[in-house]
Nanobody
Framework: QVHLVESGGGSVQTGGSLRLSCAASGVFRSRNLMAWFRQAPGKEREGVATFNAGGTTTLYAESVQGRFTVSQDKAKNTVYLQMNSLKPEDTAMYYC?????????????????WGQGTQVTVSS
């Protein structure tokens, strides 16, 4: 059974950094496809990064390429999203998600398992 719990959100100023964590039980054994999504008020949920649990390849959305980095600690069953050079437009609720089937995707409808989210607020 997959269980995801995010943490690490907060408020920072433009240019600051945050590291989000996702405690992800049940994903590394199955090498589930995982992703970080975000959703700002009034906007659709959008994919930020997608990767295989235990894998080495990560795909990033163009809006965060070069600023955000995904890392994984299999021993701790945890994945991270390091966010640098944050901008006000990065303000959103951030979610960790996992997919039961294979195949790369940035479509939130393809993901069955979700955490509760963690809020990131970037002020100018």
């Amino acid at each position: 059974q997959v269980h995801l719990v995010e943490s690490g959100g907060g408020s920072v100023q433009t240019g600051g950094s945050l590291r989000l964590s996702c405690a992800a039980s049940g994903v590394f054994r199955s090498r589930n496809l995982m992703a970080w999504f975000r959703q700002a008020p009034g906007k659709e949920r959008e994919g930020v990064a997608t990767f295989n649990a235990g894998g080495t390849t990560t795909l990033y959305a163009e809006s965060v390429q070069g600023r955000f980095t995904v890392s994984q600690d299999k021993a701790k069953n945890t994945v991270y999203l390091q966010m640098n050079s944050l901008k006000p437009e990065d303000t959103a609720m951030y979610y960790c998600a996992a997919r039961a089937s294979v195949g790369w995707s940035f479509d939130p409808n393809d993901f069955s398992f979700w955490g509760q989210g963690t809020q990131v607020t970037v002020s100018s």
